[in-house]
């Protein structure tokens, strides 16, 4: 299988992975081959890209970092959660001072702290920690979100990521579990905020994009005291913007660039290790999803990105141990051959290769005029001259 732009779908081509909505519904099943109503049904959900496979593709798989019953029972919790602090539609308010003062209530904390979901939250993350163990390579891919699901897709996405990242630094379970928990949460804050900030392809004003900016204070304030958060959860969601040169928001905390490991010191003025952790995970799912105002990155432009920000805005150790972790070129993704024999030709990674991320093997598909080839697999650890880009195709 291999992932392709929706916008580039044919009928007669094979879902190559479900589509699967947050309520675990199975929208269409792998294995269906798409007419011109499905892919309609797949631009109405919002979906930008799928997997399709066919005879050369077909033994290419990519496994998800945990089941997709953990997925959906994380998304389905997520969004329950989520619902207790979304305004009604008549409710809606773009002034901060004004969504602090719905908070100040208390009715948003009793309604979480009374509810059964909340307390699943704890469960889920037990879950999703012992479901990850000691993984050392994940796989590196986005899961497939659309607009409308975006923010609690993105948080279970960043929760798999921050914990495979901090298992890496020897964190104890406990402490991974009050992560997990963090992570699901850290964008709670903005639920609390207009939505139509979020969903329209257009500029903000410095207003409306000051106010995003106090999502992560929005969310903390909602998640303290709460008890079945938990003080670290609560500062994830807070300090998931800070930035090493202080000049993240919303409180302009520093880093050190120190690898974030366990017994670190939380100094006062300084980002929360678990927190830096996150930083890097945040920007990194981010980048490689679609936003409403721009395409998805490719992982390898993500990490291109991600390195220029390394000791600046994300803690420079955090992201080297990120970047041997996660694949620069998944398995699944097309890749565009730069030089060589084989120049402008397009493939699919069909393998990983543990000792070099950055060094696939591709099955090159299509020749430099894009007509279709009989497969043909190249190493890149054997072929230390060639070089690839990611593309979507």
Same mark, same amino acid.
């Given at each position: 299988?291999?992932?392709?732009?929706?916008?580039?779908?044919?009928?007669?081509?094979?879902?190559? #992975?479900?589509?699967?909505?947050?309520?675990?519904?199975?929208?269409?099943?792998?294995?269906?081959?798409l007419?011109?109503?499905?892919?309609?049904?797949?631009?109405?959900?919002?979906?930008?890209?799928?997997?399709?496979?066919?005879?050369?593709?077909?033994?290419?798989?990519? $496994?998800?970092?945990?089941?997709?019953?953990?997925?959906?029972?994380?998304?389905?919790?997520?969004?329950?959660?989520?619902?207790?602090?979304?305004?009604?539609?008549d409710?809606?308010?773009?002034?901060?001072?004004?969504i602090?003062?719905?908070?100040?209530?208390g $009715?948003?904390?009793?309604?979480?702290?009374?509810?059964?979901?909340? #307390?699943?939250?704890?469960?889920?993350?037990?879950?999703?920690v012992?479901?990850?163990?000691?993984?050392k390579?994940?796989?590196?891919?986005?899961?497939?979100?659309?607009?409308?699901?975006?923010?609690?897709?993105?948080?279970?996405?960043?929760?798999?990521?921050?914990?495979?990242?901090?298992?890496?630094?020897?964190?104890?379970?406990?402490?991974?579990?009050?992560?997990?928990?963090?992570?699901?949460?850290?964008?709670?804050?903005?639920?609390?905020?207009?939505?139509?900030?979020?969903?329209?392809?257009? #500029?903000l004003?410095?207003?409306?994009?000051?106010?995003?900016?106090?999502?992560?204070?929005?969310?903390?304030?909602?998640?303290?005291?709460?008890?079945?958060?938990?003080?670290?959860?609560s500062?994830?969601?807070?300090?998931?913007? !800070?930035?090493?040169?202080?000049?993240?928001?919303?409180?302009?905390?520093?880093?050190?660039?120190?690898?974030?490991?366990?017994?670190?010191?939380? $100094?006062?003025?300084?980002?929360?290790?678990?927190? !830096?952790?996150?930083? =890097?995970?945040?920007?990194?799912?981010?980048?490689?999803?679609?936003?409403?105002?721009?395409?998805a990155?490719?992982?390898d432009?993500?990490?291109?990105?991600?390195?220029?920000?390394?000791?600046?805005?994300?803690?420079?150790?955090?992201?080297?141990?990120?970047?041997?972790?996660?694949?620069a070129?998944?398995?699944?993704?097309?890749?565009?051959?730069?030089?060589?024999?084989?120049?402008?030709?397009?493939? =699919?990674?069909?393998?990983?290769?543990?000792?070099?991320l950055?060094?696939?093997?591709?099955?090159?598909?299509?020749?430099?005029?894009?007509?279709?080839?009989?497969?043909? !697999?190249?190493?890149?650890?054997?072929?230390?001259?060639?070089?690839?880009?990611?593309?979507?195709?």
């Open positions: 299988m291999y992932l392709i732009s929706v916008k580039s779908l044919k009928p007669n081509d094979i879902l190559g #992975k479900a589509i699967v909505s947050e309520k675990g519904q199975v929208l269409l099943n792998k294995g269906v081959k007419d011109e109503h499905y892919i309609h049904i797949l631009y109405k959900y919002g979906y930008q890209f799928v997997y399709i496979e066919d005879d050369d593709t077909k033994d290419i798989t990519v $496994e998800d970092d945990i089941s997709d019953q953990l997925k959906t029972k994380a998304i389905k919790t997520i969004k329950k959660v989520f619902d207790i602090v979304t305004p009604a539609k409710d809606n308010v773009d002034d901060f001072k004004q602090i003062k719905k908070i100040e209530k $009715e948003i904390k009793k309604k979480l702290a009374d509810s059964p979901f909340i #307390k699943s939250i704890e469960s889920i993350s037990y879950d999703i012992n479901s990850l163990g000691d993984v390579v994940l796989n590196g891919m986005a899961s497939l979100k659309r607009q409308d699901n975006f923010t609690y897709q993105h948080c279970l996405d960043v929760t798999i990521l921050s914990v495979a990242l901090a298992s890496k630094s020897l964190y104890t379970k406990k402490r991974l579990v009050e992560l997990a928990k963090g992570c699901l949460l850290h964008d709670i804050g903005r639920i609390l905020i207009n939505k139509s900030l979020y969903t329209q392809p257009r #500029k004003s410095s207003t409306e994009f000051d106010l995003i900016k106090k999502h992560p204070q929005i969310g903390y304030l909602v998640l303290k005291d709460v008890s079945q958060v938990g003080i670290i959860a500062h994830i969601a807070y300090q998931h913007h !800070e930035q090493q040169d202080g000049l993240g928001y919303p409180r302009g905390l520093k880093g050190n660039n120190l690898l974030p490991v366990p017994d670190k010191l939380a $100094e006062e003025g300084y980002i929360m290790p678990l927190a !830096e952790i996150v930083c =890097v995970t945040n920007v990194y799912d981010a980048l490689v999803s679609p936003r409403v105002y721009r395409s990155y490719t992982p432009q993500a990490f291109f990105i991600m390195k220029r920000m390394a000791g600046k805005q994300l803690n420079i150790e955090a992201f080297r141990v990120f970047s041997d972790m996660i694949p070129y998944p398995i699944g993704t097309t890749v565009y051959i730069l030089n060589g024999r084989y120049k402008n030709f397009i493939g =699919v990674v069909s393998k990983i290769n543990q000792e070099n950055t060094r696939p093997t591709v099955r090159l598909l299509y020749n430099a005029s894009k007509r279709r080839i009989s497969p043909l !697999e190249i190493d890149l650890i054997k072929n230390p001259i060639l070089n690839i880009t990611g593309v979507i195709i």
